[in-house]
């Protein structure tokens, strides 16, 4: 069996199986970690939401984002708890 050049060398027969549900879980998990992460760290690092932010919730958000970085269920928790906390959007 010759590789063509969008190939990459895999064959039916090596194909990986279908992922199962956990794996599933924690790849959506792990995208909404990254959109809530991105969301906290914008208006953190700009200063700027729908208005202005205080400094408190700028500290909280990018407290938040940075823990959510790490792709970790502790540090999901606690980062999405800050998230929270940072007061509701205006």
């Known amino acids: 069996?010759?590789?063509g050049p969008g190939d990459f060398?895999?064959?039916?027969?090596?194909?990986p199986e279908t992922p199962s549900s956990a794996v599933e879980f924690l790849i959506l998990w792990n995208t909404a970690t990254?959109?809530?992460e991105l969301g906290a760290l914008a208006p953190g690092l700009?200063?700027?939401l729908i208005?202005?932010?205080?400094v408190v919730e700028r500290v909280i958000r990018i407290g938040a984002?940075?823990?959510l970085a790490y792709p970790s269920l502790s540090q999901d928790v606690i980062g999405k708890i800050l998230f929270g906390l940072a007061?509701?959007?205006p």
């Open 51 to 54: 208005t202005q932010t205080t």
């Open 9 to 15: 060398g895999i064959s039916p027969a090596k194909a």
């Open 46 to 48: 700009t200063g700027w």
């Open 34 to 36: 990254a959109a809530v």
């Open 87 to 89: 007061g509701p959007l």
């Open 1 to 3: 069996m010759r590789s």
């Open 65 to 67: 984002g940075l823990l």
